[in-house]
């Protein structure tokens, strides 16, 4: 399903928003619309209108800290490409009982934290077999180091996006990659 991307009034990418919802903020003269889908519109009773695919906020909103730095598991399974990072395998080579996991590298039994530099992407297998161990007690080590995204909504979903909204998405996610 399409999305909307929304840029704040500085132009920097904050996320995608249900199509209705970009709508919404346009008719409410909180956003303006920046590229729209050339052959689709969104018709209603009395009126149609042009299908948004990236609108811009009209006020700069400031994205707390705090709010970003929060770890989810759609975030985390974005950030590390929908790959266990024990075995190597991706969500569409799991066999049917097993899915992705969040795992911690430090265990939280042994004092670790649920935080971005702790936290990986794990099959249910791996992080079964790891449990509450340490990496080097079961000579389990993540292919990559855990790190805390910066554009985690643009990761999240940069995969679905429209070619129109990939301008605007692609200079913030290559950042993104190289800081993290």
């Avoid at 008719?27 to 619309?33: C, N, P, S």
């Avoid at 759609?74 to 990072?85: E, G, K, N, W």
């Avoid at 899915?99 to 042994?110: A, D, F, Y």
């Amino acid at each position: 399903m399409a999305q909307t991307l929304i840029l704040n009034a500085s132009t920097e990418p904050l996320t995608f928003v249900p199509v209705k919802r970009a709508l919404i903020l346009v008719l409410k003269e909180k956003a303006e619309v920046v590229e729209t889908h050339v052959s689709k519109r969104i018709r209603t009773e009395k009126r149609d209108y042009p299908y948004p695919l990236v609108i811009r906020l009209v006020k700069y909103v400031e994205i707390p800290r705090r709010f970003r730095s929060m770890v989810s598991n759609a975030v985390l399974f974005a950030r590390d490409h929908y790959t266990c990072q024990y075995c190597g395998r991706h969500k569409s080579e799991l066999k049917r009982k097993e899915r992705l996991t969040r795992e911690h590298v430090k265990p939280v039994s042994k004092g670790g934290t649920d935080t971005w530099d702790n936290v990986t992407t794990a099959c249910s297998t791996c992080n079964h077999k790891k449990g509450d161990k340490l990496p080097y007690e079961v000579r389990m080590y993540p292919k990559a180091t855990p790190f805390e995204p910066r554009y985690i909504a643009l990761i999240l979903l940069s995969d679905q996006m429209d070619e129109k909204q990939r301008p605007y998405i692609e200079p913030f996610i290559k950042t993104a990659m190289q800081t993290g």
